[in-house]
């Protein structure tokens, strides 16, 4: 079972914005501002999207962005683009471990 | 640009020690970042094994510290993990990754992966 919960899949229309929600606790999402944000598209690894919550590493475009409120965090895909179907996962540092969550398919309609 | 591979057995029965490889090039395996296995189970979950620091320390996922031992050899600028009494619930794609931070702040580049199979 994962740590941190995210929505099975969201979907949308090309061009249209999509939120994913991570949930953790105080813990983990809430106590530090250390989350991140993984893109994987099928047969392929993980890619990193987002980091320090809002952070893109270089090559990233500027539609991936991120927030945390609480115990919640989120990725929103502004102006959704048919290569943005893949699964994403969020991560948080957790103090001594690193946690997941169970990712979200996002579909592009 | 960083590039990590892993190399090990894809067929393991249980009860057995997996042993994986991870080798580095494009960037050296002694400067400043940790290193960290990750894996992936078949209903698509991510988990955090483990991480490594070129000097040795090591950080471990508390529900698997019993079973896991990373080490690093520095001269090959590879680094290694050790799962012991492997059963099914072992079978996973298992990632090698590059980390900023010992339990991972985050993870910026990842091997292609190696899918492990645990049956009798």
């Known amino acids: 079972q994962s740590a941190l919960t995210q929505p099975r899949s969201v979907s949308g229309s090309p061009g249209q914005s999509v939120t994913i929600s991570c949930t953790g606790t105080a813990s983990d999402v809430g106590g530090y501002d250390f989350v991140s944000w993984y893109q994987q598209h099928p047969g392929n690894a993980p890619k990193l999207l987002l980091y320090d919550v809002i952070k893109r590493p270089s090559g990233i475009p500027d539609r991936f962005s991120g927030s945390k409120s609480g115990n919640t965090a989120s990725l929103t895909i502004s102006g959704l683009q048919a290569e943005d179907a893949a699964d994403y996962f969020c991560s948080s540092y957790a103090g001594h471990f690193s946690v997941f969550g169970g990712g979200t398919k996002v579909t592009v309609l | 640009q960083v590039q990590l591979r892993e190399s090990g057995p894809g067929l393991m029965k249980p009860s057995e020690t997996l042993s994986l490889t991870c080798s580095v090039s494009?960037?050296?395996?002694?400067?400043?970042?940790?290193w960290a296995w990750i894996r992936q189970s078949p209903g698509g979950g991510l988990q955090w094994i483990a991480s490594?620091?070129?000097?040795?320390?090591?950080t471990y996922q508390p529900s698997l510290k019993s079973r896991v031992t990373m080490s690093v050899d520095t001269s090959k600028d590879q680094f290694s993990l050790k799962l012991a009494s492997v059963t099914a619930a072992d079978t996973a794609v298992y990632y090698c990754a590059r980390a900023v931070g010992s339990a991972p702040k985050y993870l910026d580049f990842w091997g292609q992966g190696i899918p492990v199979t645990v049956s009798s």
């Open positions: 490594l620091y070129y000097t040795g320390f090591t």
């Open positions: 494009g960037f050296p395996i002694n400067s400043g970042y940790y």
